[in-house]
Protein backbone atom coordinates (compact mmCIF):
# COMPACT_ATOMS: atom_id res chain seq x y z
CA UNK A 1 0.00 0.00 0.00
CA UNK A 2 1.41 3.24 -1.14
CA UNK A 3 1.48 6.70 1.04
CA UNK A 4 -1.29 8.30 -1.29
CA UNK A 5 -3.67 5.44 -0.98
CA UNK A 6 -3.27 6.28 2.97
CA UNK A 7 -3.99 10.29 1.70
CA UNK A 8 -6.75 9.37 -0.42
CA UNK A 9 -8.38 7.07 2.69
CA UNK A 10 -8.21 10.06 4.31
CA UNK A 11 -9.62 12.24 1.96
CA UNK A 12 -12.51 9.92 1.04
CA UNK A 13 -13.18 9.18 5.19
CA UNK A 14 -13.10 12.82 5.83
CA UNK A 15 -15.32 14.02 3.03
CA UNK A 16 -17.93 11.11 4.26
CA UNK A 17 -17.84 12.91 7.50
CA UNK A 18 -18.74 16.35 6.06
CA UNK A 19 -20.89 15.04 3.62
CA UNK A 20 -22.77 13.34 6.28
CA UNK A 21 -22.88 16.30 8.78
CA UNK A 22 -24.39 18.21 5.54
CA UNK A 23 -26.69 15.51 4.42
CA UNK A 24 -28.52 14.82 7.46
CA UNK A 25 -29.40 18.84 8.18
CA UNK A 26 -31.04 18.36 4.60
CA UNK A 27 -35.41 18.39 5.17
CA UNK A 28 -37.25 15.48 3.39
CA UNK A 29 -39.00 18.25 1.63
CA UNK A 30 -36.03 18.54 -0.68
CA UNK A 31 -34.98 14.60 -0.48
CA UNK A 32 -35.65 14.44 -4.48
CA UNK A 33 -33.53 17.79 -5.32
CA UNK A 34 -30.62 16.49 -2.63
CA UNK A 35 -30.81 12.83 -4.81
CA UNK A 36 -30.70 14.57 -8.29
CA UNK A 37 -27.85 17.08 -7.32
CA UNK A 38 -25.90 14.91 -5.75
CA UNK A 39 -26.19 12.73 -8.64
CA UNK A 40 -25.26 14.98 -10.84
CA UNK A 41 -22.08 16.48 -8.73
CA UNK A 42 -20.88 12.57 -8.65
CA UNK A 43 -20.84 12.80 -12.10
CA UNK A 44 -17.68 14.81 -11.59
CA UNK A 45 -16.40 11.39 -13.12
CA UNK A 46 -16.54 13.01 -16.37
CA UNK A 47 -12.65 14.44 -15.49
CA UNK A 48 -11.72 11.09 -16.01
CA UNK A 49 -13.22 10.05 -18.60
CA UNK A 50 -11.99 13.16 -20.57
CA UNK A 51 -8.00 12.12 -19.79
CA UNK A 52 -9.05 8.89 -21.22
CA UNK A 53 -10.95 10.32 -24.00
CA UNK A 54 -8.22 12.48 -24.72
CA UNK A 55 -5.08 10.54 -24.16
CA UNK A 56 -4.87 8.76 -27.29
CA UNK A 57 -3.52 5.93 -24.92
CA UNK A 58 -4.88 3.21 -27.80
CA UNK A 59 -8.05 3.20 -30.03
CA UNK A 60 -10.55 1.15 -27.70
CA UNK A 61 -9.41 3.13 -24.37
CA UNK A 62 -10.40 6.07 -26.64
CA UNK A 63 -13.91 5.28 -28.02
CA UNK A 64 -14.64 4.00 -24.47
CA UNK A 65 -13.78 7.28 -22.77
CA UNK A 66 -15.67 9.16 -25.59
CA UNK A 67 -18.60 7.34 -24.16
CA UNK A 68 -18.00 8.16 -21.07
CA UNK A 69 -17.45 11.26 -21.46
CA UNK A 70 -21.10 11.76 -23.30
CA UNK A 71 -22.89 9.57 -20.36
CA UNK A 72 -20.85 11.97 -17.94
CA UNK A 73 -21.96 15.07 -19.28
CA UNK A 74 -25.62 13.87 -19.66
CA UNK A 75 -25.82 13.32 -16.11
CA UNK A 76 -24.12 16.72 -15.58
CA UNK A 77 -26.48 18.95 -17.82
CA UNK A 78 -29.35 16.88 -17.18
CA UNK A 79 -28.80 16.31 -13.41
CA UNK A 80 -28.02 20.27 -12.45
CA UNK A 81 -30.91 21.44 -15.06
CA UNK A 82 -33.64 19.24 -13.00
CA UNK A 83 -32.11 19.98 -9.97
CA UNK A 84 -32.14 23.59 -10.78
CA UNK A 85 -36.13 23.08 -12.13
CA UNK A 86 -37.75 21.13 -9.05
CA UNK A 87 -35.55 24.13 -6.68
CA UNK A 88 -37.66 26.56 -8.84
CA UNK A 89 -40.69 24.99 -7.87
CA UNK A 90 -40.72 25.23 -3.92
CA UNK A 91 -41.91 28.03 -2.58
CA UNK A 92 -42.67 29.77 0.22
CA UNK A 93 -46.56 30.86 0.99
CA UNK A 94 -47.20 34.65 -0.22
CA UNK A 95 -44.41 34.52 -2.76
CA UNK A 96 -44.75 33.59 -5.94
CA UNK A 97 -42.33 31.23 -8.14
CA UNK A 98 -40.96 32.35 -10.94
CA UNK A 99 -42.40 29.78 -12.97
CA UNK A 100 -46.06 30.01 -11.44
CA UNK A 101 -48.28 32.74 -12.97
CA UNK A 102 -48.94 35.43 -10.97
CA UNK A 103 -52.65 34.01 -9.90
CA UNK A 104 -52.30 35.94 -6.45
CA UNK A 105 -52.22 38.93 -7.55
CA UNK A 106 -54.78 38.89 -10.26
CA UNK A 107 -57.99 38.25 -8.34
CA UNK A 108 -59.97 41.32 -7.94
CA UNK A 109 -63.81 40.54 -7.53
CA UNK A 110 -63.21 36.72 -6.29
CA UNK A 111 -65.63 36.29 -4.20
CA UNK A 112 -65.30 35.56 -0.21
CA UNK A 113 -61.48 36.87 0.53
CA UNK A 114 -59.40 34.20 2.37
CA UNK A 115 -60.56 35.14 6.09
CA UNK A 116 -58.75 32.58 7.70
CA UNK A 117 -55.76 35.02 7.28
CA UNK A 118 -54.53 32.67 4.42
CA UNK A 119 -53.92 35.23 2.07
CA UNK A 120 -51.73 34.03 0.06
CA UNK A 121 -53.79 30.91 -1.00
CA UNK A 122 -56.47 33.13 -1.93
CA UNK A 123 -56.39 32.62 -5.97
CA UNK A 124 -59.13 33.34 -8.45
CA UNK A 125 -62.08 31.26 -8.22
CA UNK A 126 -62.70 31.42 -11.56
CA UNK A 127 -60.60 30.88 -14.72
CA UNK A 128 -57.51 30.02 -12.73
CA UNK A 129 -56.70 26.67 -15.41
CA UNK A 130 -54.48 24.59 -13.49
CA UNK A 131 -50.51 26.22 -14.30
CA UNK A 132 -49.30 24.45 -17.26
CA UNK A 133 -46.19 23.94 -15.66
CA UNK A 134 -44.56 21.69 -17.93
CA UNK B 1 4.65 21.80 -12.13
CA UNK B 2 2.85 25.24 -12.52
CA UNK B 3 0.11 23.40 -14.40
CA UNK B 4 -0.66 20.70 -11.99
CA UNK B 5 -0.66 23.40 -9.26
CA UNK B 6 -4.00 25.24 -11.34
CA UNK B 7 -5.61 21.96 -12.31
CA UNK B 8 -5.58 20.80 -8.56
CA UNK B 9 -6.73 24.12 -7.50
CA UNK B 10 -9.64 24.22 -9.76
CA UNK B 11 -10.77 20.88 -8.07
CA UNK B 12 -10.08 21.87 -4.97
CA UNK B 13 -12.29 25.29 -5.23
CA UNK B 14 -14.99 22.63 -6.94
CA UNK B 15 -15.05 20.61 -3.74
CA UNK B 16 -15.33 23.09 -2.10
CA UNK B 17 -18.11 24.68 -4.42
CA UNK B 18 -20.15 21.00 -3.94
CA UNK B 19 -19.85 21.01 -0.21
CA UNK B 20 -21.61 24.36 0.16
CA UNK B 21 -24.05 23.77 -2.97
CA UNK B 22 -25.35 20.72 -1.00
CA UNK B 23 -25.30 23.03 2.34
CA UNK B 24 -27.39 24.93 0.75
CA UNK B 25 -30.25 22.01 -0.10
CA UNK B 26 -31.00 22.63 4.02
CA UNK B 27 -32.97 25.95 3.19
CA UNK B 28 -35.14 25.86 0.53
CA UNK B 29 -34.84 29.51 0.00
CA UNK B 30 -31.27 29.23 -0.56
CA UNK B 31 -31.46 25.80 -2.42
CA UNK B 32 -30.87 26.92 -6.09
CA UNK B 33 -28.04 29.80 -5.62
CA UNK B 34 -26.32 26.74 -3.90
CA UNK B 35 -26.73 24.37 -6.64
CA UNK B 36 -25.44 27.14 -8.82
CA UNK B 37 -22.61 27.71 -7.23
CA UNK B 38 -22.30 23.52 -7.73
CA UNK B 39 -22.51 23.78 -10.86
CA UNK B 40 -20.04 26.60 -11.41
CA UNK B 41 -17.79 23.84 -9.50
CA UNK B 42 -18.14 21.10 -11.85
CA UNK B 43 -17.24 23.75 -14.83
CA UNK B 44 -14.16 24.58 -13.06
CA UNK B 45 -12.90 21.67 -12.84
CA UNK B 46 -13.68 20.33 -16.61
CA UNK B 47 -11.65 23.36 -17.52
CA UNK B 48 -9.11 22.44 -15.33
CA UNK B 49 -8.94 18.61 -16.68
CA UNK B 50 -8.99 20.42 -20.03
CA UNK B 51 -5.64 21.54 -19.84
CA UNK B 52 -3.90 18.49 -18.21
CA UNK B 53 -0.60 17.16 -19.67
CA UNK B 54 -2.02 13.60 -21.06
CA UNK B 55 -4.17 14.96 -23.21
CA UNK B 56 -3.66 15.40 -26.92
CA UNK B 57 -6.60 15.03 -28.65
CA UNK B 58 -9.52 17.04 -28.15
CA UNK B 59 -11.72 15.77 -30.85
CA UNK B 60 -13.24 13.08 -29.08
CA UNK B 61 -13.61 15.48 -25.18
CA UNK B 62 -15.46 17.58 -27.50
CA UNK B 63 -17.93 15.45 -29.44
CA UNK B 64 -18.67 13.73 -26.36
CA UNK B 65 -19.48 16.90 -24.31
CA UNK B 66 -21.52 18.05 -27.23
CA UNK B 67 -23.62 14.42 -27.50
CA UNK B 68 -23.90 14.49 -23.87
CA UNK B 69 -24.99 17.88 -23.50
CA UNK B 70 -27.66 17.31 -26.48
CA UNK B 71 -29.24 13.88 -24.78
CA UNK B 72 -29.11 15.46 -20.85
CA UNK B 73 -30.58 18.96 -22.10
CA UNK B 74 -34.23 17.31 -23.29
CA UNK B 75 -33.32 15.00 -19.98
CA UNK B 76 -33.18 17.29 -17.68
CA UNK B 77 -35.82 20.33 -19.35
CA UNK B 78 -38.55 18.85 -20.84
CA UNK B 79 -39.70 15.32 -18.47
CA UNK B 80 -42.36 15.85 -16.52
CA UNK B 81 -42.32 15.64 -13.17
CA UNK B 82 -44.66 12.92 -12.93
CA UNK B 83 -41.76 10.86 -14.34
CA UNK B 84 -38.88 12.04 -11.96
CA UNK B 85 -38.46 8.98 -10.27
CA UNK B 86 -37.69 7.05 -13.35
CA UNK B 87 -35.51 9.85 -14.84
CA UNK B 88 -33.30 9.93 -11.41
CA UNK B 89 -33.05 6.05 -12.26
CA UNK B 90 -31.44 6.64 -15.56
CA UNK B 91 -29.09 9.40 -14.84
CA UNK B 92 -27.76 6.82 -12.40
CA UNK B 93 -27.36 4.74 -15.14
CA UNK B 94 -24.96 7.43 -16.94
CA UNK B 95 -23.39 7.98 -14.03
CA UNK B 96 -22.25 4.56 -13.54
CA UNK B 97 -21.98 3.98 -17.15
CA UNK B 98 -19.35 6.60 -17.01
CA UNK B 99 -17.68 5.44 -13.68
CA UNK B 100 -17.73 1.74 -15.43
CA UNK B 101 -15.97 2.78 -18.96
CA UNK B 102 -13.42 4.70 -17.52
CA UNK B 103 -12.54 1.35 -15.27
CA UNK B 104 -12.42 -0.99 -18.04
CA UNK B 105 -10.22 1.58 -20.41
CA UNK B 106 -8.00 1.73 -17.26
CA UNK B 107 -7.57 -2.25 -17.30
CA UNK B 108 -7.16 -2.39 -20.84
CA UNK B 109 -4.72 0.05 -21.59
CA UNK B 110 -2.76 -1.36 -18.54
CA UNK B 111 -3.37 -4.49 -20.08
CA UNK B 112 -2.89 -6.10 -16.82
CA UNK B 113 -0.42 -5.06 -15.49
CA UNK B 114 -1.45 -3.10 -11.91
CA UNK B 115 -0.89 -3.50 -8.76
CA UNK B 116 -3.38 -4.94 -6.17
CA UNK B 117 -4.22 -1.61 -4.73
CA UNK B 118 -4.90 -0.37 -7.65
CA UNK B 119 -6.62 -3.28 -9.10
CA UNK B 120 -8.87 -3.23 -5.50
CA UNK B 121 -10.00 0.28 -6.76
CA UNK B 122 -10.48 -1.03 -10.57
CA UNK B 123 -12.39 -3.88 -9.02
CA UNK B 124 -14.89 -1.93 -6.98
CA UNK B 125 -15.51 0.86 -9.74
CA UNK B 126 -16.49 -2.06 -12.12
CA UNK B 127 -18.78 -3.82 -9.68
CA UNK B 128 -20.31 -0.69 -8.40
CA UNK B 129 -20.72 0.64 -12.01
CA UNK B 130 -22.13 -2.23 -13.76
CA UNK B 131 -24.81 -3.21 -11.13
CA UNK B 132 -25.66 0.32 -11.08
CA UNK B 133 -25.72 0.66 -15.15
CA UNK B 134 -28.58 -2.51 -14.98
CA UNK B 135 -30.38 -2.00 -11.56
CA UNK B 136 -31.40 1.38 -12.79
CA UNK B 137 -32.66 0.14 -15.84
CA UNK B 138 -34.60 -2.46 -14.23
CA UNK B 139 -35.93 0.21 -11.73
CA UNK B 140 -36.54 2.84 -14.76
CA UNK B 141 -38.44 0.15 -16.50
CA UNK B 142 -40.58 -0.65 -13.48
CA UNK B 143 -41.08 2.88 -13.00
CA UNK B 144 -42.29 3.90 -16.49
CA UNK B 145 -44.02 0.60 -16.45
CA UNK B 146 -42.53 -0.96 -18.94
CA UNK B 147 -41.39 -4.00 -16.61
CA UNK B 148 -43.71 -5.24 -14.47
CA UNK B 149 -44.12 -3.50 -10.71
CA UNK B 150 -44.80 -6.62 -9.16
CA UNK B 151 -41.90 -8.77 -7.57
CA UNK B 152 -40.84 -11.07 -10.15
CA UNK B 153 -39.48 -13.63 -8.17
CA UNK B 154 -38.84 -17.74 -8.74
CA UNK B 155 -38.53 -20.41 -6.14
CA UNK B 156 -34.73 -20.65 -4.98
CA UNK B 157 -33.99 -17.01 -5.91
CA UNK B 158 -32.30 -15.98 -3.04
CA UNK B 159 -30.28 -18.43 -2.89
CA UNK B 160 -29.47 -17.82 -6.54
CA UNK B 161 -28.86 -14.28 -6.21
CA UNK B 162 -26.18 -15.17 -3.11
CA UNK B 163 -24.55 -17.63 -5.29
CA UNK B 164 -24.04 -14.94 -7.57
CA UNK B 165 -22.73 -12.68 -5.46
CA UNK B 166 -20.23 -14.74 -3.62
CA UNK B 167 -18.95 -16.03 -7.12
CA UNK B 168 -18.38 -12.39 -8.32
CA UNK B 169 -16.71 -11.12 -4.81
CA UNK B 170 -14.57 -14.81 -5.20
CA UNK B 171 -13.61 -13.17 -8.96
CA UNK B 172 -12.52 -9.87 -7.13
CA UNK B 173 -10.14 -11.75 -4.86
CA UNK B 174 -8.59 -13.41 -6.73
CA UNK B 175 -8.39 -10.64 -9.30
CA UNK B 176 -6.49 -8.49 -6.61
CA UNK B 177 -3.85 -11.73 -6.37
CA UNK B 178 -3.68 -12.45 -10.02
CA UNK B 179 -4.54 -8.54 -12.04
CA UNK B 180 -3.16 -9.85 -14.90
CA UNK B 181 -6.61 -12.08 -15.93
CA UNK B 182 -8.11 -10.22 -18.58
CA UNK B 183 -10.67 -12.77 -19.39
CA UNK B 184 -11.84 -13.10 -15.48
CA UNK B 185 -11.75 -9.50 -15.15
CA UNK B 186 -14.26 -9.05 -17.82
CA UNK B 187 -16.70 -12.44 -16.60
CA UNK B 188 -16.39 -9.98 -13.25
CA UNK B 189 -18.12 -7.18 -15.21
CA UNK B 190 -20.82 -9.29 -17.30
CA UNK B 191 -21.38 -11.05 -13.94
CA UNK B 192 -21.85 -7.56 -12.19
CA UNK B 193 -24.21 -6.76 -14.64
CA UNK B 194 -26.30 -9.77 -13.70
CA UNK B 195 -26.28 -8.74 -10.54
CA UNK B 196 -27.94 -5.51 -11.04
CA UNK B 197 -30.80 -7.24 -12.65
CA UNK B 198 -31.17 -9.99 -10.77
CA UNK B 199 -31.23 -7.94 -7.37
CA UNK B 200 -33.91 -4.91 -8.84
CA UNK B 201 -36.18 -7.44 -10.53
CA UNK B 202 -37.56 -9.10 -7.21
CA UNK B 203 -38.15 -6.07 -5.36
CA UNK B 204 -41.99 -4.36 -5.68
CA UNK B 205 -42.18 -0.56 -7.32
CA UNK B 206 -43.62 0.23 -4.40
CA UNK B 207 -40.51 -0.33 -2.37
CA UNK B 208 -38.81 1.63 -5.03
CA UNK B 209 -37.54 4.94 -2.57
CA UNK B 210 -35.18 2.51 -1.17
CA UNK B 211 -33.80 1.25 -4.45
CA UNK B 212 -33.53 4.35 -5.92
CA UNK B 213 -31.60 5.56 -3.21
CA UNK B 214 -29.48 2.64 -3.14
CA UNK B 215 -28.41 2.71 -6.61
CA UNK B 216 -27.91 6.58 -5.95
CA UNK B 217 -25.35 5.76 -2.93
CA UNK B 218 -23.83 2.37 -5.40
CA UNK B 219 -23.19 5.18 -8.32
CA UNK B 220 -21.51 7.50 -5.64
CA UNK B 221 -19.50 4.64 -4.82
CA UNK B 222 -18.18 3.73 -8.03
CA UNK B 223 -17.07 7.66 -8.56
CA UNK B 224 -14.96 7.48 -5.51
CA UNK B 225 -13.47 3.94 -6.50
CA UNK B 226 -12.45 5.98 -9.78
CA UNK B 227 -11.17 8.47 -8.14
CA UNK B 228 -8.86 6.39 -5.71
CA UNK B 229 -7.93 4.29 -9.21
CA UNK B 230 -6.84 7.27 -11.25
CA UNK B 231 -5.67 9.19 -8.16
CA UNK B 232 -8.40 11.80 -8.40
CA UNK B 233 -9.01 13.63 -5.02
CA UNK B 234 -12.08 15.30 -6.33
CA UNK B 235 -14.12 12.59 -7.66
CA UNK B 236 -13.10 10.68 -4.11
CA UNK B 237 -14.60 13.63 -2.61
CA UNK B 238 -17.78 14.01 -4.88
CA UNK B 239 -18.55 10.38 -4.96
CA UNK B 240 -18.13 10.44 -1.11
CA UNK B 241 -21.19 13.18 -1.19
CA UNK B 242 -23.10 10.96 -3.34
CA UNK B 243 -22.37 7.57 -1.79
CA UNK B 244 -23.31 9.38 1.64
CA UNK B 245 -26.73 10.75 0.82
CA UNK B 246 -27.76 7.79 -1.10
CA UNK B 247 -27.07 5.54 1.63
CA UNK B 248 -28.63 7.91 4.46
CA UNK B 249 -31.90 8.19 2.46
CA UNK B 250 -32.08 4.39 2.18
CA UNK B 251 -31.93 3.81 5.40
CA UNK B 252 -34.30 6.41 5.72
CA UNK B 253 -36.43 5.11 3.77
CA UNK B 254 -36.32 1.36 5.06
CA UNK B 255 -36.96 2.94 9.02
CA UNK B 256 -40.16 4.62 7.52
CA UNK B 257 -41.17 1.43 6.63
CA UNK B 258 -40.18 -0.47 9.45
CA UNK B 259 -37.96 -2.75 7.72
CA UNK B 260 -34.04 -3.58 7.26
CA UNK B 261 -32.08 -2.98 4.35
CA UNK B 262 -31.92 -7.01 3.97
CA UNK B 263 -35.65 -7.21 4.27
CA UNK B 264 -36.14 -4.72 1.36
CA UNK B 265 -33.60 -6.35 -1.11
CA UNK B 266 -34.61 -9.81 -0.32
CA UNK B 267 -38.07 -10.13 1.24
CA UNK B 268 -40.20 -9.28 -1.67
CA UNK B 269 -43.60 -8.96 -1.08
CA UNK B 270 -44.84 -12.29 -2.52
CA UNK B 271 -47.38 -13.90 -0.66
CA UNK B 272 -50.34 -12.11 0.56
CA UNK B 273 -50.68 -12.30 4.55
CA UNK B 274 -53.56 -15.16 5.38
CA UNK B 275 -55.01 -12.94 7.45
CA UNK B 276 -55.55 -10.76 4.71
CA UNK B 277 -59.10 -12.27 3.57
CA UNK B 278 -60.31 -11.89 6.71
CA UNK B 279 -60.43 -8.65 7.30
CA UNK B 280 -62.39 -7.50 4.60
CA UNK B 281 -65.03 -10.18 4.41
CA UNK B 282 -68.37 -9.36 6.31
CA UNK B 283 -67.17 -5.67 6.12
CA UNK B 284 -68.80 -3.41 3.24
CA UNK B 285 -67.18 0.34 2.13
CA UNK B 286 -69.14 3.04 2.66
CA UNK B 287 -69.28 4.71 -1.02
CA UNK B 288 -70.17 8.55 -1.51
CA UNK B 289 -71.18 11.29 -3.86
CA UNK B 290 -69.02 13.95 -5.01
CA UNK B 291 -72.11 15.98 -4.03
CA UNK B 292 -71.62 14.87 -0.11
CA UNK B 293 -68.24 15.15 0.26
CA UNK B 294 -68.00 18.56 -1.15
CA UNK B 295 -70.41 19.45 1.42
CA UNK B 296 -67.71 17.62 4.34
CA UNK B 297 -65.17 19.75 3.09
CA UNK B 298 -66.84 22.61 2.14
CA UNK B 299 -67.95 23.10 5.79
CA UNK B 300 -64.83 21.95 7.13
CA UNK B 301 -62.26 23.95 9.47
CA UNK B 302 -59.37 21.74 8.91
CA UNK B 303 -58.43 19.53 6.41
CA UNK B 304 -55.60 17.25 5.74
CA UNK B 305 -54.80 16.16 2.67
CA UNK B 306 -53.22 12.73 2.31
CA UNK B 307 -51.67 12.31 -1.08
CA UNK B 308 -50.33 8.89 -2.50
CA UNK B 309 -48.76 7.56 -5.54
CA UNK B 310 -52.27 7.32 -6.93
CA UNK B 311 -52.63 11.04 -7.29
CA UNK B 312 -48.76 10.65 -9.08
CA UNK B 313 -50.33 8.18 -11.46
CA UNK B 314 -53.72 10.44 -11.84
CA UNK B 315 -51.27 12.98 -12.40
CA UNK B 316 -54.07 15.40 -10.52
CA UNK B 317 -51.77 17.34 -8.16
CA UNK B 318 -52.81 20.79 -10.00
CA UNK B 319 -56.68 19.62 -9.08
CA UNK B 320 -55.29 18.87 -5.31
CA UNK B 321 -54.13 22.35 -4.98
CA UNK B 322 -57.42 24.01 -7.12
CA UNK B 323 -59.51 22.19 -4.02
CA UNK B 324 -57.13 23.16 -1.53
CA UNK B 325 -57.83 26.58 -2.30
CA UNK B 326 -61.70 26.46 -3.11
CA UNK B 327 -61.55 24.62 0.77
CA UNK B 328 -59.15 27.52 2.01
CA UNK B 329 -61.15 30.50 -0.07
CA UNK B 330 -64.31 29.23 2.17
CA UNK B 331 -62.35 29.59 5.59
CA UNK B 332 -61.25 26.20 6.33
CA UNK B 333 -57.37 25.41 6.53
CA UNK B 334 -55.97 23.38 4.41
CA UNK B 335 -52.12 20.82 5.50
CA UNK B 336 -50.64 18.46 3.49
CA UNK B 337 -49.82 15.31 5.40
CA UNK B 338 -46.38 13.94 3.25
CA UNK B 339 -45.26 10.14 4.52
CA UNK B 340 -41.64 9.34 3.65
CA UNK B 341 -42.10 6.46 1.86
CA UNK B 342 -45.63 8.04 -0.26
CA UNK B 343 -44.82 7.83 -4.10
CA UNK B 344 -42.20 5.97 -5.80
CA UNK B 345 -38.63 7.67 -4.41
CA UNK B 346 -37.40 10.15 -1.58
CA UNK B 347 -39.57 13.16 -1.66
CA UNK B 348 -41.73 12.31 -4.29
CA UNK B 349 -44.59 14.55 -3.13
CA UNK B 350 -43.22 17.25 -2.21
CA UNK B 351 -42.11 17.60 -5.97
CA UNK B 352 -45.49 17.29 -7.22
CA UNK B 353 -47.12 19.31 -5.03
CA UNK B 354 -44.33 22.00 -5.32
CA UNK B 355 -45.03 21.95 -9.08
CA UNK B 356 -48.77 22.47 -8.24
CA UNK B 357 -47.52 25.66 -6.69
CA UNK B 358 -48.42 24.67 -3.43
CA UNK B 359 -46.25 26.43 -0.59
CA UNK B 360 -43.70 24.52 0.65
CA UNK B 361 -44.69 25.62 4.51
CA UNK B 362 -48.05 23.77 3.86
CA UNK B 363 -46.23 20.28 3.79
CA UNK B 364 -45.97 18.46 6.65
CA UNK B 365 -43.94 15.75 8.10
CA UNK B 366 -45.38 12.68 9.32
CA UNK B 367 -44.46 13.55 13.09
CA UNK B 368 -45.38 16.80 12.59
CA UNK B 369 -48.55 16.57 11.46
CA UNK B 370 -49.73 12.73 12.96
CA UNK B 371 -51.06 15.11 16.34
CA UNK B 372 -52.88 17.31 13.86
CA UNK B 373 -55.15 14.55 12.87
CA UNK B 374 -57.16 14.43 15.98
CA UNK B 375 -58.27 18.00 15.07
CA UNK B 376 -58.97 17.70 12.01
CA UNK B 377 -62.40 17.69 10.25
CA UNK B 378 -62.04 15.67 7.07
CA UNK B 379 -59.19 13.89 5.98
CA UNK B 380 -58.49 13.62 2.35
CA UNK B 381 -56.51 10.75 0.99
CA UNK B 382 -56.08 10.73 -2.69
CA UNK B 383 -54.54 7.88 -3.93
CA UNK B 384 -52.49 6.19 -0.74
CA UNK B 385 -53.19 3.24 0.90
CA UNK B 386 -50.47 1.35 2.47
CA UNK B 387 -49.33 4.46 4.76
CA UNK B 388 -52.41 4.97 6.18
CA UNK B 389 -53.27 1.58 6.98
CA UNK B 390 -54.01 1.24 11.12
CA UNK B 391 -53.15 -2.41 10.41
CA UNK B 392 -49.63 -1.23 10.82
CA UNK B 393 -50.63 -0.69 14.69
CA UNK B 394 -52.57 -2.81 15.35
CA UNK B 395 -52.52 -6.36 13.54
CA UNK B 396 -49.52 -8.05 14.24
CA UNK B 397 -49.63 -10.38 11.26
CA UNK B 398 -49.98 -7.84 8.52
CA UNK B 399 -46.82 -7.58 6.56
CA UNK B 400 -46.50 -4.39 7.65
CA UNK B 401 -47.25 -4.49 10.80
CA UNK B 402 -44.61 -1.99 12.84
CA UNK B 403 -44.12 0.90 10.09
CA UNK B 404 -45.48 4.49 11.45
CA UNK B 405 -48.26 5.22 9.39
CA UNK B 406 -49.85 8.52 8.73
CA UNK B 407 -53.22 8.87 11.45
CA UNK B 408 -55.51 9.53 9.03
CA UNK B 409 -58.21 7.25 11.02
CA UNK B 410 -57.98 9.45 14.08
CA UNK B 411 -59.62 11.79 11.97
CA UNK B 412 -63.36 13.02 12.65
CA UNK B 413 -63.62 11.52 9.18
CA UNK B 414 -62.46 10.12 6.39
CA UNK B 415 -62.87 10.67 2.47
CA UNK B 416 -60.53 8.50 0.60
CA UNK B 417 -60.23 9.21 -3.29
CA UNK B 418 -59.72 5.36 -5.12
CA UNK B 419 -60.35 3.85 -8.28
CA UNK B 420 -61.77 0.71 -6.88
CA UNK B 421 -61.56 -1.36 -3.78
CA UNK B 422 -58.58 -3.30 -5.05
CA UNK B 423 -56.13 -3.66 -2.28
CA UNK B 424 -52.59 -1.52 -2.68
CA UNK B 425 -49.82 -2.60 -3.75
CA UNK B 426 -48.29 -4.75 -0.99
CA UNK B 427 -52.00 -6.71 -1.55
CA UNK B 428 -53.24 -5.99 1.97
CA UNK B 429 -56.53 -5.03 3.37
CA UNK B 430 -56.85 -1.82 4.36
CA UNK B 431 -59.40 -1.55 7.40
CA UNK B 432 -59.67 2.52 7.20
CA UNK B 433 -61.59 1.91 4.25
CA UNK B 434 -64.00 -0.36 6.45
CA UNK B 435 -64.17 2.03 9.51
CA UNK B 436 -67.19 4.23 9.87
CA UNK B 437 -66.45 7.73 9.10
CA UNK B 438 -64.99 6.18 6.57
CA UNK B 439 -66.58 7.16 2.80
CA UNK B 440 -65.12 6.31 -0.28
CA UNK B 441 -65.14 8.27 -3.32
CA UNK B 442 -64.38 5.65 -6.55
CA UNK B 443 -62.79 6.77 -9.62
CA UNK B 444 -60.12 8.40 -11.47
CA UNK B 445 -58.40 10.97 -8.95
CA UNK B 446 -58.39 13.96 -11.42
CA UNK B 447 -62.20 13.24 -12.47
CA UNK B 448 -63.04 13.13 -8.73
CA UNK B 449 -61.34 16.05 -8.08
CA UNK B 450 -62.11 18.22 -10.62
CA UNK B 451 -66.09 16.96 -9.71
CA UNK B 452 -65.54 17.90 -5.99
CA UNK B 453 -63.62 21.77 -7.13
CA UNK B 454 -66.85 22.25 -8.97
CA UNK B 455 -69.40 21.14 -6.32
CA UNK B 456 -67.40 23.16 -3.11
CA UNK B 457 -67.86 26.04 -5.22
CA UNK B 458 -71.27 26.08 -5.70
CA UNK B 459 -71.96 24.96 -2.20
Sequence with gaps: MEITTITELYVFVLAGFVGYQVITRVPPLLHTPLMSATNAISAISVVGAMVIAGAHYNRVSTILGFIAVASATVNVVGGFLITDRMLRMFRPAGRGGSEAPAEITAAPGTPVAASAGTAASAAPAAGSASPTAR | ?459
Excluded at chain 2, 72 to 101: C, D, E, N, R
Excluded at chain 2, 192 to 207: N, Q, R, T
Excluded at chain 2, 336 to 345: F, K, N, Q
Design chain 2, 1 to 459: MARTIFIETTYLVASVLFILGLRSLTRPEKARRGMQMAAAGMVFAIIGTLINHEIVDYHWIVLGIAVGALIGYPLGMWVPMTAMPQQVAISHMFGALAATLVGVAEYYTASGMVGPGRMTALGFETLFGALTITGSLMAAGKLQEVLPGRPLTFRGQNVVNIALFALTVGIFFYLIGHPGNATLFYVMLALSLAIGVCMVLPIGAADMPVVVSLLNSYAGLASVATGFAIGNNVLIIAGALDGGSGFLLSVLMSKAMNRSFGNVLFGAFGTPAAGAAKTSAGLTARSISAEDAALQLAYASLVVIVPGYGMAVAQSQHQVRELAEQIEARGGTVKYAIHPVAGRMPGHMNVLLAEANVPYDRLYDMDEINPEFERADVALVIGANDVVNPAARSDPSSPIYGMPILNADKARSVIVLKRSMNPGFAGIENELFFKTGTSMLFGDAKASLTKLITEVKSV
